[in-house]
């Protein structure tokens, strides 16, 4: 596999460093805005020079990171899932021995010496073909407007989300730059950017400046923009320090989704770097943090592709792998061992849901830092050739400090992670895992996970229809005749899908996805409404709401929101009213009745 | 530097407005401002708060170049963006402050600029016919001054604008309401206006009633009507006129300060001359303030008369929809306020036309006017007329720009969680259907922390937006309690079936 050395060698692959000076359109290019700002004596000059490229001596000239095997993803088991990434490959080095990448730690306030010291690699050196698999991307997922079109014609490309970031030859002079439904920027507070969704960074600097000229104008009057909006365009700001992040988005989300996936973005940033980056800007407003996140790329693409198919990244729950209770207890319990052996937190994985988890006494894990862990170790190649000991951050654990992971895939899927704050602990931890897999394999849970993979989750066709129980399950007592059971198609009376958020265990559940909801263009339009209506329930300082029901062209959505769970229910439009509610109560009861097998039950001290 | 001087001061409203045309050359900068309030302010203030808007304008339009900037939600500021005329902005930066109520539904607070410049445009044309017919920019800026200010007067409640917080979230702005009328009444009322309408002989005059502060009848179209019918309701009707004494309109309330009387009309916005590229308004000659306050009163005939525009001079108006100026006349019988609007085209000899015309209003149709006036008030239900027990609602007919509500008295019996609530809603509302072109079909029952359910209803243009507090639990009750409502007073418009 590659070395962390290959991602800061000067690229051969002739991508020429653009003009430093993007302008090309003056009449609506980005530089003038600034100079409207500066005009008016107001803005303070940008501090970012024309010969900032300089400084770079390659870094993120790749010309795509997409892998050319072009078998990843596909729609299953409750979302778009990568599979099989680079997966025969992964098999042959499963052996290799500890082989820790760059194994340079960041210690608070030191500066990094080398520009991968994150101490991982991302995906780097196949490149072979890109241009071909992400075709399809072009038009379903990302994420150019149509004009005039509202073009559901591409709703048939199922979605082969490839990671890496695409679209580096376009910078803000490009009009398709411009048309791309949804940009994330960080920048430093000094106007240097960090990171574009799309584009290439160097070419942005201008852009980022702007943005940088935006937020400071602002600031100065001694206020803090926090939103802009024109027509379906919102710009979402959000400062942390001295990093600023940025979303430019015309895709009909919240303002507040938006914002939490700005905090996610820089939850995934500290998780790499911890943020004694803040001291590195103390020391150097003008330092330059791009060599930092080299090779970071398909972790953000990862993590922003999240936002259209992860319930977890609004609701702020993680969700398990149905299980049967003695066998996710049988493996809770040698975690527990694990964690008694002097490690912080074990967790056996599959895919982005848990198995099961244990941490050590007092300590608790938010389903953020599972969630930005998960990414993190999902979307990074080098996890998946060999065992790994990484330094990484969690942030909502402590932001400050860098714990050690220990990383192991038992198979594409299964994978562990040991945390632990010992950098020396990788052998102890190796004996972990090493007694670990002999259990998992001896119970045959790993073929037991596998096997709940393939048959997936909760189904809105298995929730059932008592007609007995109707007149007892509602207190309306309808008795008039049973419309048809089968409207539309899915689940009885209309149901299409629900999510059911336990707030005592911070878990969730989300049934498969039935037809109608099929396509990837269907299902992430299914998830930016219930992201509304999280939104629209948790409204700052006067929610929880406790019931909505809210109906368009599109759906039937029914929401609850108890002090013990959340209840999303989606439904066809014309779904009859009493009936859609009489149809929440059963799968409430149907979640209660197989909550053993869906959540991991408090086994482990879980107190946020 | 900057707006750093936000928060000095009690006055926590800006409203500026800027042309994108004008001084593009560095030095210039102060050329583009055409209206600032608080007028006092620095230079230095004012371009911050222009250069910050113009840039934002020019930044969104990268990205969305159809709609620029509309809104910037800072942390303790709103900045409410209305391009009024093509590179014409309007924008208006308000302070939030929770403690203070100060929450705001920013469509309501662009409805209160278009409104303002709706009303310029009928009595003074469009800001950039007045830029153009005097480039320098001193002529509209002695215009819009006074009428800003005097508009801004009528919000001033003690020592502060009063803008449209989420108390008056069961309201729409730039609306009209109506009366509803009895069927023999409706007869008598398409009499008379049938006699206004010829009463200038063989040119078509047009008319708008109006009982109290409601909508009887009009001969307009809606957006003219709009006009019209605001300004009737804020100098016109009876409540208008008995100034001081509080107004049960559901969008005008509060008592009238006249506060411009302390600033000389003729004090330009921008200072004293010198510091202006624009002449001074020298060759602009006597301002006029078609919202002064106090100016209109009734007289002996029954017209009202004002010296606004000089003595025996009657104003006129500029109808949108034609882009022809009228005269308008008021003529006023107890309760009931006729505007009768005359074609300028149709006036030859000026006022002495004008006293035929109303001596043919007063001769032809008194009689009518007399007994309509007797048919409304006998069929009339009070302030609270429009109560619905049990509902406090707003409803909204988009294509007709006519709205009706629970009256205010009514409406403040809510609790303030209910008002939030629905003023959240009404914003997500908004949201939606800033999104899609096409009339939006959409049902949102909420039943928020206190109970109370907040449901908003659209269908086909029209919009139907209700707090239920003594609602009993159940969404299928909420549903039922809409639906009769529905049936009973929206001829079942919002109804499922």
């Given at each position: 596999m590659a070395t962390s050395d290959s991602s800061s060698s000067p690229s051969s692959s002739g991508t020429e460093f653009a003009d430093p000076n993007p302008s090309t359109d003056p009449e609506t290019n980005s530089e003038r805005v600034q100079s409207q700002l500066e005009s008016m004596n107001l803005s303070q000059p940008s501090e970012v020079s024309d010969g900032s490229h300089t400084e770079y001596s390659g870094g993120d000239d790749d010309d795509d990171v997409a892998s050319a095997n072009g078998n990843e993803g596909g729609v299953s088991n409750g979302g778009l899932v990568r599979e099989g990434v680079a997966g025969t490959s992964g098999e042959e080095e499963m052996e290799v021995s500890l082989r820790v990448e760059n194994p340079v730690e960041m210690e608070a306030g030191e500066e990094p010496p080398s520009p991968t010291s994150s101490g991982y690699d991302g995906e780097r050196g196949s490149s072979g073909g890109a241009t071909s698999t992400y075709k399809a991307d072009d038009v379903s997922e990302d994420e150019i407007r149509e004009a005039n079109v509202d073009g559901d014609t591409a709703s048939q490309h199922e979605a082969a989300w490839l990671p890496g970031k695409r679209h580096v030859d376009e910078d803000d002079a490009s009009m398709s730059w411009r048309k791309r439904k949804k940009h994330f920027f960080i920048l430093s507070n000094s106007g240097k950017p960090i990171y574009s969704r799309y584009g290439d960074e160097h070419k942005l600097a201008g852009f980022s400046a702007t943005l940088q000229a935006i937020i400071s104008f602002v600031e100065n009057g001694g206020d803090r923009v926090n939103l802009v909006k024109a027509g379906k365009h919102q710009v979402v700001f959000l400062v942390k320090g001295p990093i600023y992040l940025v979303c430019i988005s015309c895709t009909d989300e919240t303002y507040e989704y938006l914002r939490g996936q700005l905090d996610l973005l820089y939850g995934q940033m500290i998780l790499i770097l911890t943020k004694s980056i803040d001291r590195c800007f103390e020391k150097n407003a003008k330092f330059d943090m791009t060599p930092l996140l080299g090779g970071t790329d398909a972790v953000f693409s990862s993590l922003v592709h999240s936002f259209s198919w992860n319930p977890a990244t609004f609701l702020h729950a993680y969700t398990c792998l149905p299980l049967p209770y003695a066998l996710r207890q049988a493996t809770g319990t040698i975690l527990q061992d694990v964690c008694a052996s002097g490690v912080l937190f074990s967790l056996l994985m599959c895919r982005h849901k848990v198995v099961s988890l244990t941490g050590a006494q007092k300590a608790s894990l938010h389903p953020d830092d599972l969630l930005l862990l998960s990414n993190f170790v999902m979307s990074s190649e080098s996890f998946r050739t060999s065992e790994s000991f990484s330094p990484i951050c969690l942030p909502r654990y402590n932001a400050q400090a860098f714990l050690h992971a220990y990383v192991h895939f038992f198979d594409d899927d299964t994978y562990v992670i040991l945390l632990t704050t010992r950098s020396d602990a990788f052998h102890h931890l190796k004996d972990c895992r090493v007694r670990l897999e002999d259990v998992l394999l001896k119970s045959n849970i790993l073929s037991v996970v596998q096997r709940s993979i393939a048959e997936g989750g909760m189904r809105v066709e298995d929730v059932p229809i008592d007609r007995r129980r109707r007149s007892s399950t509602t207190n309306q007592g309808q008795d008039t005749a049973v419309p048809d059971v089968s409207v539309g198609t899915g689940g009885p009376f209309?149901?299409?899908?629900?999510?059911?958020?336990?707030?005592?265990?911070?878990?969730?559940?989300s049934s498969e996805f039935s037809p109608p909801v099929t396509s990837h263009r269907q299902q992430k339009s299914l998830y930016r409404a219930y992201q509304k209506l999280y939104a629209s329930m948790h409204v700052k300082g006067l929610g929880p709401h406790k019931t909505q029901y809210r109906r368009d062209e599109n759906y039937t959505l029914l929401c609850w929101v108890t002090p013990d769970f959340e209840l999303y229910a989606a439904f066809d439009p014309l779904a009859d009213k009493a009936m859609a509610i009489k149809i929440c109560n059963q799968v409430c009861q149907r979640v209660k009745d197989v909550e053993n097998e869906v959540f991991l039950q408090g086994a482990s001290p879980f107190s946020w | 530097m900057g707006m750093a001087s936000m928060s000095s001061g009690s006055e926590s409203l800006r409203l500026c407005v800027f042309d994108l045309r004008r001084g593009q050359h560095e030095g210039q900068e102060l050329d583009k401002i055409l209206f600032f309030y608080p007028p006092d302010l620095t230079f230095s203030t004012q371009l911050s708060v222009i250069g910050l808007s113009e840039g934002l304008i020019t930044f969104t339009r990268l990205f969305s170049p159809d709609a620029a900037c509309e809104v910037i939600e800072a942390e303790r500021h709103s900045h409410v963006f209305y391009e009024a005329e093509p590179d014409i902005w309007m924008v208006m930066v308000v302070e939030k402050n929770k403690e203070i109520e100060a929450v705001w539904r920013i469509d309501a607070l662009r409805r209160v600029l278009k409104e303002v410049h709706s009303l310029f445009v009928m009595f003074q044309g469009s800001i950039r016919a007045l830029l153009e017919k005097e480039p320098t920019g001193g002529l509209i800026r002695s215009h819009l001054y006074?009428?800003?200010?005097?508009?801004?007067?009528?919000?001033?409640?003690?020592?502060?604008?009063?803008?449209?917080?989420?108390?008056?979230?069961?309201?729409?702005?730039?609306?009209?309401?109506?009366?509803?009328?009895?069927?023999?009444?409706?007869?008598?009322?398409q009499s008379l206006v049938g006699v206004l309408d010829s009463c200038a002989g063989t040119v078509r005059c047009h008319s708008v009633i109006l009982f109290h502060d409601l909508l009887v009848s009009t001969t307009l179209s809606p957006d003219d009507t709009v006009d019209v019918f605001a300004f009737s309701v804020m100098r016109l009707t009876t409540n208008a006129l008995s100034s001081g004494t509080s107004s049960w309109s559901y969008l005008r309330k509060g008592s009238v300060t006249p506060q411009i009387s302390s600033r000389s009309t003729s004090v330009l916005p921008l200072g004293s001359g010198g510091t202006l590229p624009s002449g001074n308004g020298s060759s602009t000659g006597r301002v006029i303030r078609p919202l002064q306050h106090d100016k209109w009163s009734k007289g002996k005939d029954g017209f009202l008369v004002t010296d606004i525009w000089g003595i025996d001079a009657t104003p006129t108006i500029l109808i949108q929809k034609t882009q022809e100026r009228f005269y308008l006349l008021t003529y006023q019988y107890k309760s009931l306020t006729l505007v009768l609007l005359v074609p300028t085209a149709a006036i030859v000899n000026g006022e002495l036309d004008i006293s035929f015309v109303k001596q043919q209003v007063i001769e032809n149709a008194s009689a009518k006017i007399l007994k309509v006036e007797e048919k409304l008030s006998k069929g009339w239900g009070g302030e609270?007329?429009?109560?619905?027990?049990?509902?406090?609602?707003?409803?909204?007919?988009?294509?007709?720009?006519?709205?009706?509500?629970?009256?205010?008295?009514?409406?403040?019996?809510?609790?303030?969680?209910?008002?939030?609530?629905?003023?959240?809603?009404?914003?997500?509302?908004?949201?939606?259907?800033?999104?899609?072109?096409?009339?939006?079909?959409?049902?949102?029952?909420?039943?928020?922390?206190?109970?109370?359910?907040?449901?908003?209803?659209?269908?086909?243009?029209?919009?139907?937006?209700?707090?239920?507090?003594?609602?009993?639990?159940?969404?299928?009750?909420?549903t039922d309690s809409v639906q009769r409502f529905s049936n009973r007073y929206c001829s079942g418009a919002f109804s499922m079936d």
């Open positions: 209309g149901l299409w899908h629900f999510m059911y958020r336990s707030i005592y265990l911070d878990q969730y559940i | 006074p009428f800003i200010t005097d508009y801004l007067n009528d919000l001033f409640v003690g020592k502060k604008h009063q803008l449209p917080s989420f108390r008056e979230t069961l309201t729409e702005r730039g609306t009209v309401q109506m009366l509803t009328l009895a069927r023999d009444a409706a007869l008598e009322v609270n007329a429009y109560h619905v027990s049990g509902y406090r609602y707003l409803l909204v007919d988009n294509d007709m720009e006519v709205s009706r509500a629970s009256p205010p008295g009514k409406v403040a019996t809510l609790a303030k969680e209910s008002l939030l609530a629905l003023n959240k809603l009404r914003e997500e509302v908004d949201t939606e259907k800033g999104r899609s072109k096409q009339e939006k079909d959409m049902e949102i029952c909420i039943r928020a922390k206190n109970n109370t359910w907040v449901i908003a209803r659209l269908n086909r243009g029209k919009e139907l937006y209700m707090a239920l507090e003594k609602a009993s639990e159940t969404l299928l009750d909420a």
